[in-house]
């Protein structure tokens, strides 16, 4: 996965487009996981479609089966050297009887690892603390996001706080919880 991942960024990279990766490439990165079956990328709205065509362009495109649970204004998939990557913008979930948009933005990519002379983005783990959740994940990712906030604290409570105006009660209770209000 590494080789495809190194393809990817150095094509983004080299367009200038601004990308992160989310999903399990992000808990792996802070060890939180063993695997990740797949590459989540995340894009801003001015560099969705040279993203979309870049991935293309190196990959084979495959059809997505609407989840009425997901909003997302663009979501494509990909076949890249056997991995699936998915690219997304306007990352959105749908909860209960509202709609939570992700803010992808330059605040939300919090990390980066050099890799042959490529820049690897990552957003957040409190980014996808919140995402999970709304997800209805209760599973190991949550518990151990939770875990891992308990013994090494919230690392970007900006992007916590910036959540709780457009997140259902319950949930508006576990983030603060998380930030200690």
Not at 98 to 109: A, M, P
Not at 135 to 155: A, P, Q, S, T
Request: with cysteine; charged share 30%.
């Amino acid at each position: 996965m590494l080789f495809t991942l190194l393809l990817i960024a150095q094509k983004l990279n080299s367009e200038g487009i601004m990308w992160a990766l989310g999903g399990s490439s992000v808990l792996k990165k802070h060890e939180l996981v063993e695997t990740v079956n797949d590459i989540d990328i995340l894009v801003s709205k001015k560099d969705i479609e040279k993203a979309n065509q870049i991935l293309s362009n190196i990959g084979t495109k495959i059809e997505v089966q609407p989840n009425p649970n997901y909003l997302t204004t663009y979501f494509y998939s990909y076949i890249i050297m056997k991995f699936k990557v998915d690219l997304m913008c306007d990352f959105k979930i749908k909860y209960e009887n509202q709609v939570y948009s992700y803010l992808f933005d330059e605040s939300s990519i919090t990390s980066s690892d050099d890799i042959a002379k490529e820049h690897i983005y990552y957003t957040s783990l409190e980014d996808w603390y919140v995402l999970y959740r709304l997800m209805g994940r209760e599973d190991e990712k949550v518990k151990n996001l939770e875990k891992h906030f308990e013994l090494h604290g919230i690392k970007n409570p900006k992007l916590l706080s910036r959540t709780l105006e457009n997140v259902p009660k319950d949930l508006k209770l576990k983030i603060k919880y998380q930030l200690k209000l």
